[in-house]
Nanobody
Framework: QVQLVESGGGLVQAGGSLRLSCAASGRDFSINAMGWYRQAPGKQRELVADITSGSSTNYRNSVKGRFTISRDNAKNTVYLQMNSLKPEDTAVYYC?????????????WGQGTSVTVSS
């Protein structure tokens, strides 16, 4: 079974930066797309950015130019560099990966890491 473990969240002032990491572990799997979602209190979960196995990227409009998603395929890890953070970026950030496992294609979610941006 594949697991995702996120790290790098925390409290930062507006204008600051954070880097989130998410590492996949398990046996006998490969990864297609990976991504980051976020969910603010009282709001629906939304896609922040995703990246294909070939490193093509996609961002929601509100983070374009501020956030950068990248991945290290050798380490089965995806990163989210967040710069110029705003209070509205405050949320729990979840990593996700579309994995190929013995049972087929399985979308796996991490447990979430909290990001709080103070004004």
């Amino acid at each position: 079974q594949v697991q995702l473990v996120e790290s790098g969240g925390g409290l930062v002032q507006a204008g600051g930066s954070l880097r989130l990491s998410c590492a996949a572990s398990g046996r006998d799997f490969s990864i297609n797309a990976m991504g980051w979602y976020r969910q603010a209190p009282g709001k629906q979960r939304e896609l922040v950015a995703d990246i294909t196995s070939g490193s093509s990227t996609n961002y929601r409009n509100s983070v374009k130019g501020r956030f950068t998603i990248s991945r290290d395929n050798a380490k089965n890890t995806v990163y989210l560099q967040m710069n110029s953070l705003k209070p509205e970026d405050t949320a729990v950030y979840y990593c996700t990966a579309d994995t190929n496992q013995a049972m087929g294609v399985v979308t796996v979610w991490g447990q979430g890491t909290s990001v709080t941006v103070s004004s």
